[in-house]
């Protein structure tokens, strides 16, 4: 049997570390930008054109996949109709002018949606390094999610969204949210390294560098006094650590022609990592260009409410592509994220599902 040389990496070290394990560290090299006197707009910008719109679009490859839009039909409200009620919910709320309502719930999302990408990731190297799922995934989960929110509780009352409503509480929560969170969050670390050690082989390095680097994704936040600014930071990390894992995947498993139109195109693409390269820079180009578009004719409303929208659509719809809990997932991704190059063939002809994290 062959003998893989990249062991315990999800592609290689040099990818993995690249473009998974140490992204979250961008963030701190964006801190530093802004620190030295970088125009915020320019890191904002930057941050969201370069690599936020290429990660909330590629969430659409899902749907060039001939198997994948079978299976959405199958499931036609989760990924029909839930589509449809963000849309119109979004534009009722607009209407009625509940927009601290709005950026309450993508604030909130987005916490929650960064976390469990970090914690699905994670959960890949833990299965690459046999790691026991049923003892690590809830203290992993609790971990990161908690650390992560602390740190971004730690100025909570800096963020209108959630300042708005919290102090209408009558207690004040907010100066205990960021030290609690934090507390359980590295309790929660320390009981998932222990667990870690007590599998009774060496720790993985993928494995345990990756958790530190994901514990300190939300650090922009108690480094930096703008949150617009901080928020940039983090999802630089976020967004390349994405395209990272999930072009990885494509690449991967689209490697032969057939299929319909859109299938042979993602085919196409995904092959070549020029290809892709080239489509993500499309995206950049486009996007930024319709901004500037938005911007010079001052249309502000649209420009907001299609902001909010596609990223509620990735928090939605990336919920429903990585979740593995489903046996379809589980059979048409795990293979190709949970074993080496040379036995996802093998694999893919096996009937049998591969247990595989929820990434997204």
């Known amino acids: 049997m ?9 592609e290689s070290p040099k990818y993995d570390l690249g473009f998974l394990i140490l992204a979250p560290l961008l963030g701190l090299v964006v801190c530093a930008l802004a620190l030295l006197g970088v125009d915020p ?8 054109f370069l690599l936020g719109m290429p990660h909330y679009l590629s969430t659409y490859s899902y749907y060039f996949d001939d198997r994948n839009t079978d299976y959405a039909r199958q499931r036609a409200f989760a ?10 919910g979004l534009a009722f709320a607009v209407k009625l002018k509940y927009y601290m309502l709005i950026a309450l719930v993508v604030d909130a999302w987005n916490i929650f949606h960064v976390s469990r990408q970090s914690t699905g990731i994670l959960s890949v190297y833990r299965h690459l390094n046999g790691g026991d799922n049923r003892r690590e995934k809830l203290p992993a989960n609790f971990a990161l999610l908690c650390i992560g929110s602390g740190l971004y509780s730690f100025t909570i009352a800096k963020q209108p969204s959630f300042s708005t409503y919290l102090k209408r509480l009558s207690f004040d929560v907010m100066p205990f949210l960021g030290p609690v969170l934090l ?21 993985p390095t993928s494995e345990l560098i990756f958790v530190g680097t994901s514990a300190l994704l939300f650090l922009p936040y108690v480094l930096i006094p703008s949150r617009t600014t901080a928020s940039s930071a983090m999802l630089s990390g976020h967004y390349l650590q994405y ?12 490697v032969a022609d057939g299929g319909s139109v859109r299938q042979r195109a993602l085919t196409h693409v995904s092959r070549s990592v020029p290809r892709i390269v080239l489509l993500l820079l499309g995206i950049v180009a486009v996007s930024a260009g319709i901004d500037r578009y938005v911007h010079h004719v001052n249309a502000m409303g649209i420009h907001n409410y299609v902001l909010n929208l596609i990223v509620l659509m990735h928090f939605y719809l990336d919920g429903l592509v990585w979740a593995f809990k489903h046996p379809y997932t589980r059979a048409t991704m795990g293979p190709y994220l949970l074993l080496p190059d040379h036995r996802v063939a093998a694999a893919m002809a096996s009937p049998m599902p591969i247990p595989a994290p929820a990434v997204g």
Do not use: D, E
């Open 2 to 10: 062959t003998t893989s040389t990249n062991a315990g990496w999800i």
């Open 41 to 48: 707009y320019i890191i904002a910008g930057t941050s969201l």
């Open 79 to 88: 990924f029909w109709i839930g589509p449809l009620l963000i849309i119109f």
């Open 183 to 203: 507390t359980i969050g590295i309790a929660s670390l320390a009981t998932l390294l222990f667990r870690m050690w007590r599998r009774g082989a060496p720790l």
């Open 243 to 254: 395209l990272g894992i999930l072009w990885l995947l494509n690449h991967r498993k689209y």
